[in-house]
């Protein structure tokens, strides 16, 4: 699998995951603004990817030499809902505070990243069996993270485990993180998988063609989990259907002083909803209402793996 994203001579690259799978390349970030723009434009997506990307963020805005207080300021206003953006910052500061450098507790946070991806992947594996069909939505893989993955880290793991494992991934309108990048993942895992459009879910959990249901999740709160618009139709789905609905997720993605109905859902470009491949699929001028992620709530969920074990949703 490709970098997600590295350091090197004091830039930032990250695999532009707007143009996957077709084209790999980097987009080479100088200075903290332009890492900003990444996380804002998607170009770098998935929670701990855009923890990791605002550590490095504020690394590049110590390079620069600007005030650390006010890049983390701009920063946090880049994506309000996944969690880890805000703990990555507060991280950063709070280990300059300590006479550490945000360049090295950055690299750390990437390296600390995959290993926390391969303690979930090995937790995960305990409630996968064998022969599984494992659905999940969007791209909790390798390039929502550092890299392995959360969702998709579990995956791997069973995989791993030559459990014969079969994966089917959502295509996840609108901006195809199913369809582009969990199957991409998979494709180059050799792990056999099976695209469905959204709206397919449902009617393959109701004739017993999944075993498990995998999610990540961008922050878990009191009263249950904000994820990518459409898991709470696939949470319902399993729900009828008796398909036991697992999220995975490290604790930094963890929000122990909101409620779920608190956290603030991010609004985006009605263009994501018009256009697909930069052809309008609609008359432009119609009416769109764009919300990135929806809330499943805790009795929807089986249980969030996490590095420290399964747990019950908050
Ligand atoms: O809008 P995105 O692509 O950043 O949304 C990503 C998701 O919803 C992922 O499922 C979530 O961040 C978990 S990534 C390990």
């Not at 830039?11 to 890492?35: S, V």
């Not at 550092?146 to 959502?170: F, Q, S």
Request: aromatic share 6%.
């Amino acid at each position: 699998m490709e970098r997600t994203l590295y350091w090197e001579d004091d830039k930032l690259y990250l695999i532009d995951q707007r143009i996957l799978p077709h084209k790999i390349e980097y987009y080479e970030c100088t200075n903290y603004h332009e890492a900003i723009e990444a996380i804002k434009t998607m170009v770098v997506r998935g929670a701990p990817a855009i923890g990791v990307s605002a550590a490095y963020a504020m690394a590049l805005a110590e390079v620069e030499g600007v005030h650390l207080n006010a890049a983390a300021d701009e920063i946090k206003q880049a994506r309000p809902t996944a969690v880890n953006l805000f703990w990555a910052v507060d991280k950063v500061l709070e280990a300059v505070k300590n006479g550490e450098t945000a360049v090295n507790t950055a690299i750390e946070m990437e390296k600390e990243d995959i290993s926390i991806n391969k303690r979930i992947g090995e937790y995960g594996n305990e409630v996968i069996d064998k022969n599984d069909t494992i659905l999940t939505h969007c791209n909790a893989g390798a390039l929502a993270c550092a890299g392995y993955g959360t969702a998709l880290g579990v995956i791997r793991a069973a995989h791993e485990a030559h459990k014969n494992i079969r994966v089917i991934c959502d295509e996840t309108r609108p901006v195809l993180q199913g369809a582009r990048l969990s199957v991409f993942e998979m494709q180059q895992e050799n792990i056999p998988v099976k695209l469905i459009v959204d709206g397919a879910a449902g009617h393959m959990m109701q004739k017993g063609l999944v075993d498990k249901v995998v999610i990540g999740a961008d922050r878990v709160a009191k009263g249950g989990v904000a994820n990518k618009i459409g898991s709470l139709m696939v949470a319902l789905a399993a729900k009828r259907y008796d398909v036991p609905f697992y999220v995975a997720a490290p604790i930094s993605t963890f929000d122990y002083e909101n409620d779920i109905f608190d956290v603030t859902i991010e609004q985006r470009n009605k263009d994501e909803v018009l256009k697909i491949n930069d052809k309008y699929i609609t008359k432009k001028e119609t009416e769109v209402e764009n919300p990135a992620f929806d809330i499943v709530e805790s009795d929807l969920i089986t249980g969030i793996i996490t590095e420290e074990g399964i747990k019950k949703a908050l």
